[in-house]
């Protein structure tokens, strides 16, 4: 329990079950305004490699964009439309790769095939 804030542990001691303890945390935090979600697509827009190494440059990029789908997740359908929108956020990503990386790979940036 010393994981737990003083201001939870009450709702998390006298809960009836995990599952309970679980689903009103739950409610309480899973509220998400528009703020967070914003900040973190003008952070992938704006995120370059630097210094990083590239792998390094892509696991932060990944991780904000693992954050970013948690908070404005894809439509769960199987039609096309749903499929259409997941292919446009894959390109997307790979837009906002390789914008980000340095100018040592702009070979690479020239020679992305045009989706069909």
């Not at 994981?3 to 009836?16: A, E, K, M, R």
């Not at 446009?88 to 069909?116: T, V």
Request: aromatic share 12%; net charge neutral.
């Amino acid at each position: 329990m010393n994981v737990v804030t003083p201001q939870l542990i009450g709702g998390v001691v006298f809960g009836s079950s995990a599952h309970a303890v679980w689903e009103d945390l739950r409610e309480r935090f899973n509220k998400v305004d528009g703020s967070r979600p914003y900040k973190l697509h003008k952070e992938i827009a704006t995120l370059y490699q630097g210094t990083s190494s590239v792998s390094t440059y892509y696991t932060k990029l990944k991780d904000m964009w693992d954050e970013y789908e948690t908070l404005v997740p894809a439509p769960d359908c199987d039609c096309v439309k749903s499929r259409d929108y997941v292919v446009h956020m894959r390109r997307q990503k790979l837009y906002h790769f390789l914008m980000g990386l340095n100018e040592s790979y702009s070979q690479a940036r020239s020679q992305i095939p045009h989706p069909q």
